[in-house]
């Protein structure tokens, strides 16, 4: 009876069935694959007519209120690198061009600022604020009459790449004050970007990979001031840029890739989501299919665990092992693209995605107290060192922790986390709030047909747990719509409101929404089931890899840091291995949780991305592989799977890969007897 039960249950939660609990009101609840398509947001400035509707729309900046653990990322950053960068980069002293609208100032300071900027607003910090005020008061005085704006030497050589960045951080400071003259300062400019001669625009270089940086700016503009002619300007831009449309790689790009712009990490990670950005223009569905396309053509050939592709300046054919690494600035952008994927589509995949970064590549990119950085981050990488004993593209210094070196990283690192804690809630186009992304925070916002307030409390360690309880504050009685997102890691959800549990839901990958007439204090709990799972990544020796939810997990390696230069301020790090590294899993493929076992949950800590601090261990069966040796500082390829080891069988411990600033994360692999 209850096999025939439960999918019952799942056709009438798909067809939006009213449950009853006792005496509670009537309640729908429906599964769904995105909030409404077809409107617009009646609080937020969503996309104006004929732009296509944006399903989520991202809430000014300082209605979310991280707590928590994503609350002590966000301190731990203004007490270090980005809170107090100016005292250490040399490009964001008072000779800045930025500042003086004399000589040099491109990419840098505007990296830093747009992160920095939104980080001093959710924080509140007075002194913050000050600082982030006299970059964004510069930037506006420095426009000339034609409307051009920015350090003079850009000019000289026509790029505009760099003013793209700063037209992120003006938008993100209109958002947070209104402040007027930003809506005005950006029409000028580009008034005077339509009457720049066509062959003048965008000619080449970064500006010319990265216009769709530009041409969502645009957008944003029109949205607020509904101009048609901006929309003119969309098409210039858009043709302007470089195809992003067309696949990524290729036959002629592989035998050129020095020379292919299209193989460098970070344009990858922004330019994949550029036709989607303009779809919203042409609304041709052949761009949001490109999108996909071109990540699953890198993600196929070049994917990791933790969400990125192995590129440690460019893509090189043949070198897709996981210890090529990822860039610090490609982590970052390829979050923010997701992140604007998400609005485009509504689609839950690109949360996922955004998750999968956050949680297991970027905390490791960083030393525990976000005081220093190292360029590239690699799932298997057993040396932080200064040397130059690797196979990497570049030379030099790569994988040392260091807060003055990695100019671009340095400074472009800023808005990872702000910009995440900004996409937790999203409004809906039918007036709702979804929760997209999970951490413990507060949101208030404007919901239901009359746009009333509503606060939300949203308590959860996800995601080191899997509980997420939200409860309620509307300012009076509301009926709207609240969408909870499934994560694609969870097999199953359950559902229970005010302590009634509701139907349990097989559906990862959707929404739930719930629609009722909130009350204040209502209170709805979601439970996630993760099991463990294995991914065995094919074209890097059938190595295996383990996820728990959206965890990945490492091997907890002894890490030994030495002072590697710097101050006492500000010091750098090599990070060494004082334990061994080369271990075989012992894998039952069928049954994962009979040799690997959740053996340890701590309460979180204040930084819960450390060794020290990780706040679930799991304990998995292995042989050390003593024919799997370093490869001088780097560690050796993994060696096809399945591997054999006369080594004694041991117990070793995993932790969360955002954690491990050493790790192994792809394991060759025994088969179990």
């Known amino acids: ?110 990296y830093w600022l747009r992160g920095y900027g939104d980080l001093a607003y959710i924080l509140r910090d007075p002194r913050m604020i000050t600082t982030t005020l006299r970059w964004i008061d510069s930037i506006l005085r420095s426009q000339q009459p034609d409307g051009y704006f920015g350090p003079p030497e850009n000019r000289e050589v026509n790029d505009l790449w760099p003013n793209m960045l700063a037209l992120a951080c003006l938008q993100n400071y209109y958002d947070f004050s209104g402040d007027r003259r930003v809506l005005d300062f950006m029409k000028k400019y580009f008034l005077y970007e339509l009457n720049l001669p066509e062959e003048k625009f965008l000619p080449g270089s970064w500006q010319k990979l990265r216009g769709g940086e530009n041409l969502e700016s645009v957008y944003w503009l029109y949205n607020r001031i509904g101009e048609r002619w901006l929309l003119e300007l969309g098409e210039k831009i858009y043709r302007r840029t470089a195809c992003w449309e067309s696949p990524v790689l290729s036959p002629e790009r592989d035998r050129n890739w020095e020379e292919s712009t299209f193989y460098h990490g970070v344009n990858i990670a922004m330019g994949l ?55 610090t600035c490609t982590m970052v952008e390829f979050m923010n693209s997701f992140e604007s994927l998400l609005k485009i589509t509504g689609q839950t995949i690109y949360a996922d995605r955004v998750e999968k970064i956050a949680f297991n590549s970027l905390p490791a990119a960083l030393t525990p107290d976000l005081k220093a950085l190292h360029y590239l981050t690699a799932a298997n990488l057993i040396s932080g060192d200064a040397s130059g004993e690797h196979d990497f593209q570049n030379s030099g210094t790569l994988l040392s922790f260091d807060p003055r070196n990695y100019r671009c990283c340095q400074h472009n690192v800023a808005f990872g986390w702000p910009y995440l804690a900004e996409h937790l809630w999203l409004a809906t186009s039918d007036n709702g709030l979804a929760a997209v992304i999970y951490a413990p925070c507060s949101v208030k916002a404007k919901v239901g047909p009359t746009g009333h307030p509503v606060h939300l409390i949203e308590e959860t360690s996800y995601p080191f747990g899997e509980n997420i309880i939200l409860t309620i504050y509307p300012e009076k009685e509301e009926s709207f719509p609240l969408y909870l997102r499934i994560p694609g890691s969870a097999d199953k959800a359950i559902i229970s409101i005010n302590g009634k549990e509701q139907p349990e839901i097989e559906s990862p990958g959707k929404y739930i929404l719930m629609e009722r007439i909130w009350k204040y204090g209502d209170q709805v709990s979601l439970k996630l089931e993760i099991p463990i799972k294995i991914r065995f990544w094919e074209k890097m020796g059938r190595s295996a890899s383990i996820r728990r939810g959206p965890l990945w997990y490492s091997l907890e390696i002894k890490e030994e840091w030495k002072k590697a230069g710097g101050s006492d301020d500000w010091p750098a790090w090599e990070v060494l291995p004082g334990s061994a590294w080369n271990y075989a899993l012992i894998l039952d493929v069928q049954n994962p949780e009979k040799y690997i076992k959740v053996v340890e949950k701590k309460e979180l800590a204040y930084q819960p991305f450390s060794l020290e601090a990780a706040p679930i261990i799991l304990e998995a069966k292995a042989k050390r592989l003593p024919g799997w040796k370093a490869d001088g500082k780097m560690v050796g390829k993994v060696p096809p799977s399945p591997v054999r080891s006369s080594e004694a069988e041991e117990i070793i411990r995993l932790i969360p890969m955002g954690g491990a600033r050493l790790r192994i994360t792809c394991f060759p692999w025994i088969k179990a007897k």
């Open 273 to 327: 989501k550029y036709p989607a950005i303009y779809f919203q223009q042409k609304k041709d569905k052949k761009l949001l299919e490109a999108v996909e396309k071109n990540y699953r053509q890198i993600m196929d050939n070049y994917g990791q665990p933790g969400g990125m592709f192995a590129a440690d300046e460019n893509i090189r054919p043949g070198y897709n092992d996981p210890r090529q690494g990822a860039e």
């Open 1 to 110: 009876m209850k096999k025939i039960l439960f999918p019952l249950l799942i056709i009438l939660l798909l067809s939006g069935f009213s449950i009853s609990s006792g005496s509670d009101q009537m309640m729908k609840i429906k599964i769904l694959e995105t909030p409404p398509l077809d409107r617009a947001n009646s609080y937020y400035p969503s996309n104006r007519k004929p732009l296509q509707p944006n399903p989520l729309v991202k809430l000014p900046v300082g209605r979310i209120e991280p707590q928590g653990w994503l609350l002590s990322q966000l301190q731990l950053m203004s007490d270090g690198l980005t809170g107090h960068l100016p005292e250490i980069s040399e490009y964001l002293k008072d000779n800045s061009g930025w500042l003086t609208g004399k000589g040099k100032g491109w990419e840098e300071m505007p």
